[in-house]
């Protein structure tokens, strides 16, 4: 798996793909919100430390 783009674009990508609206919970919006920029901490740890 490679990912060709720019950190901008990744986040982007991420925030508007479907596996992160199917993990988002549904109703609450703050915790929507919290719940992602978590998932999307963890991945970004993730991205670094595994390229």
């Known amino acids: 798996m ?12 991420y925030i508007n793909s ?9 109703g609450e919006t703050l915790n929507n919100e ?3 920029l ?4 963890n991945l970004l740890k993730y991205y670094k430390e595994g390229w």
Do not use: C, D, G, Y
């Open 2 to 13: 490679s990912i060709q783009k720019t950190p901008r674009e990744f986040n982007i990508t």
């Open 18 to 26: 479907p596996f992160s609206q199917a993990i988002r919970p549904h």
């Open 34 to 36: 919290l719940v992602l």
């Open 38 to 41: 978590s998932n999307l901490i």
